[in-house]
């Protein structure tokens, strides 16, 4: 009984039959792949915004402001040593939220916070711009609020923060509060709202926001 071999032609399309399906699944790896990394990176960036935000709420919340300092060292209202100067795009204050990361430092459970985006200085950015966090424990030092303490980023790749103050009297969100003005000087918003706008993977702007109740939003009064 003769035998028959595959022609030419048989070969021929089984080859190209067998490179399409190869071609469609290398195709559909690597859609998959590239899924990954999205989904992959925007959790990371959800995860470190979260963090960032989680942060800001329990720092603000514990804000306060207090009339227990020397007051022959610190004549000048502008000096005091705790005080909670806010504007639209940045915040500086006195927070009882510090946490010591090293065993018999001598620190307390108070510091100066400062929160405001910058452009980066980090090699290769191009311009990118990032929340920067200033802490500094030592309240009673030479510097004053606006000076001294460890700068850090807090969050990379914000185009900008946002920050609403809650006024009782007026009822009514407004876009800036001084502890150093009389008027303010024995007490600090109820809450405080925190707006933070990032840029999305096409560049369009992305909003995220939260708000926080300062606990102790009136003046520690001397004994």
């Known amino acids: 009984m003769a035998r028959?071999?595959?022609?030419?032609l048989e070969v021929i399309v089984a080859v190209a039959i067998t490179a399409m399906i190869g071609a469609t699944i290398a195709v559909a790896f690597n859609t998959g792949f590239k899924a990954k990394e999205i989904v992959e990176t925007e959790a990371e960036q959800y995860r470190g915004l979260r963090t960032t935000m989680d942060r800001m709420v329990r720092e603000?919340?514990?804000a306060f402001v207090s009339d227990r300092y020397d007051s022959r060292r610190y004549r000048d209202q502008n000096d005091r040593p705790t005080n909670f100067i806010g504007a639209?795009?940045?915040?500086?204050?006195t927070s009882l939220a510090?946490?010591?990361?090293?065993?018999?430092?001598?620190?307390?459970?108070?510091?100066?916070?400062?929160?405001?985006v910058r452009t980066s200085t980090k090699k290769g950015s191009r311009g990118q711009q990032d929340l920067m966090r200033r802490e500094n424990p030592n309240?009673?030092?030479?510097?004053r609020m606006e000076r001294g303490g460890v700068e850090d980023v807090l969050l990379e790749n914000v185009k900008r923060v946002e920050f609403s103050y809650w006024d009782?009297?007026?009822k009514d969100w407004v876009n800036e509060w001084d502890t150093r003005k009389i008027e303010k000087k024995s007490i600090l918003p109820v809450r405080v709202r925190i707006a933070?706008?990032?840029a999305d993977e096409s560049g369009h702007e992305q909003r995220y926001?939260?708000?926080?109740?300062?606990m102790l939003n009136t003046e520690i009064p001397r004994f």
């Open 88 to 93: 639209r795009d940045k915040l500086i204050f």
């Open 98 to 116: 510090h946490q010591r990361l090293y065993a018999d430092a001598k620190e307390s459970d108070q510091m100066v916070v400062a929160y405001e």
């Open 60 to 62: 603000i919340g514990a």
């Open 168 to 170: 009782s009297d007026q």
């Open 139 to 143: 309240l009673y030092g030479e510097d």
């Open 196 to 198: 933070l706008i990032r």
């Open 4 to 8: 028959r071999g595959f022609t030419l």
């Open 209 to 214: 926001s939260t708000e926080t109740r300062i």
